[in-house]
Each structure stands twice: as structure tokens, then as C-alpha cells.
């Protein structure tokens, strides 16, 4: 009997651990589309080679001036080679970016929470 019960717990810890670790790492929290120019992407990492980048948002700004304009940054990983090829052959273009977002990081997946898994649109950078 105390065997039965000393198994039945291990197996309820095992499985508690296993859904707590899904859901801090793997589980979807959120996800969306990002606009702006790509600032740049590199390939960085001590053990795991992870792609970052930085997308430039612009925008107004509510605060301060009227009429302001605001830039906000939008840090990202991409875990997929040809998508990270395709941003660094063309960085300083406009894009907009699917991203998904996850409660944490696992050290393989990269430095970010925010991993872009798809490319929805670019355009040419505009000349000043």
C-alpha cells in the first residue's frame, strides 16, 4: 500500500513539474504583428548561437509636446535561419513581423521573450 501511494505521488510531482515547465518556457502567451525598421540583426551567443534584432517603432507620442514624434524598440529573437538570412540581407528596410510571445527564455530559443516566426510584408528603406 505504501508503495502504491509513494508511486502515485512521484507520478503527480512528475506531471505537476512537466506542466510548469511547459507553461514557464513553451506555452504561447501572447502573439501579434510588429511594424517598423529593422536596426539590426546578429548572430551572438557563448554555448548557443542565437539571432537578435531591433526593430524601430515610430510613432506620436500622448505625453510632453503635441505632435511629437517617439521611436520605440522592439527586441527580438528568431530561432529560424532563413528568416534571420532574410532580415540580415536587408536590414534598414521597413517590415512588419510576426512574433509569438513566451512567459521566459530557454538559452536555445535566444535573449528574448518575442520570436519572430514569420515575415508578413517589407518594403525598400525611403530615402531622406
Sequence with gaps: MRKRILGVTILVFILVLGFSIWWRYYYVFGEGVKSGTLNYLVKKGNVFKTYEGKLIQSGFS???????????????????????????????????????????????????CYIVDQIVNSKPATGN
Design 62 to 112: 500622448g505625453g510632453g509636446k503635441n505632435g511629437t514624434v517617439q521611436s520605440y524598440d522592439f527586441e527580438f529573437s528568431v530561432d529560424n535561419d532563413s528568416i534571420a538570412n532574410i532580415l540580415m540581407l536587408n536590414n534598414g528596410n521597413f517590415y512588419e513581423l510576426h512574433y509569438k510571445e513566451y512567459k521566459h527564455t530557454v538559452p536555445w530559443r535566444g535573449y528574448s
